[in-house]
């Protein structure tokens, strides 16, 4: 991506989104495999246009949130991200729609990034699993999310950071591991949506970004990981999604993930998926 384009994700602003999400948590089999969908929380919004998709629920979202200070603009488009990294398989599925007519939005760019099971994002590796000085430690009361802080990379290390263009369907599909936690944070990934950019032979160049979130897991899904190796190495106490200083309890619309998994052999993987609505004329950020 362009140097402007990295300036301009760098600083995120509030609006409303959509999401789409159910509510209702299912147990199958006697295998115990459980489906969990996230609570949407709210009421659905008032779709706007007569072209919404018939039978797809948006909600309202409101809880757009910053990027953190982890970004690294590294174009590595790709389906796994894993590399090297030892966890709990995780195969998460995003997708994108017009919050207007609730149509997929195709050719998008999605990233994602996330720390390893000890907590450590790739390109910080001397920082470990501290908070850095500087972040928030709690919730700002005006609900913006706080400040925007970014920390440029210490190294060349680039796992568990990927880039995928969505679909026809608006629909991206990354192969990961579930994400450990570190100080004063819950387990999450963050993401974010680009448009009208122009993909090229060596990744996402220009456009802008629509959307910068922040994706959550159910605690009984991050009791069980946390059980295993290597998460259960970590020395790092854990943060619940209600402790969490950025998550808002919202369910769905604030980023939590719908499940599905084996709680006793949870180690065979966890499918994660969510559907985020955006305005593909909006972006969350300004030049400086």
């Known amino acids: ?35 969990t969908t996230a609570l949407a929380g709210e009421s659905p919004a008032e779709v706007k246009g007569a072209k919404a998709a018939a039978g797809e629920a948006c909600y309202r979202l409101s809880a757009e949130t910053i ?24 195969t998460l599925v995003i997708k994108v729609i017009d919050a207007e007519t609730c149509k997929p939005v195709r050719n998008a760019a999605v990233d994602i990034w996330h720390c390893d099971a000890l907590g450590i994002y790739s390109g910080y590796e001397s920082i470990g699993s501290s908070l850095p000085p500087g972040l928030p430690t709690e919730p700002p009361a005006d609900g913006s999310g706080g ?32 994400p450990g936690w570190y100080e004063g944070r819950a ?10 950019g122009t993909w090229t032979s060596s990744g996402y160049e220009g456009g802008r970004t629509c959307h910068t979130g922040q994706l959550y897991f159910e ?8 059980a295993t190796e290597p998460y259960a190495g970590s020395t790092v106490e854990r943060v619940t999604l209600p402790e969490d200083i950025l998550y808002d309890d919202s369910g769905a619309t604030g980023g939590l993930l719908t499940l599905h998994y084996d709680k006793k052999r ?9 559907t985020v609505g955006v305005d593909p004329e909006t972006s969350t950020a300004t030049a400086q």
Request: glycine residues 10%; without cysteine; charged residues 25%.
């Open 147 to 178: 400040g925007e802080i970014h920390i440029e990379p210490t190294d060349d290390e680039r796992y568990l950071r990927g880039t995928l263009r969505t679909d026809h369907q608006g629909v991206v599909r990354f192969t990961s591991i579930f």
């Open 67 to 90: 990027e953190g200070p982890y970004y690294i603009d590294a174009d590595k488009v790709r389906a796994d991200i894993t590399e090297d990294k030892q966890g709990v398989p995780l």
């Open 1 to 35: 991506m362009t140097q402007d384009g990295a300036r301009h994700k760098r600083n995120t602003s509030r609006r409303q989104v959509l999401v789409a999400g159910g509510a209702a948590v299912a147990v199958a089999g006697a295998g115990g495999v459980l489906a």
């Open 266 to 274: 949870i180690t065979r993987g966890v499918k994660a998926s969510i």
């Open 219 to 226: 605690e009984e899904a991050v009791q069980a990981v946390a």
């Open 187 to 196: 387990a999450h990934i963050h993401t974010h949506v680009h448009v009208n």
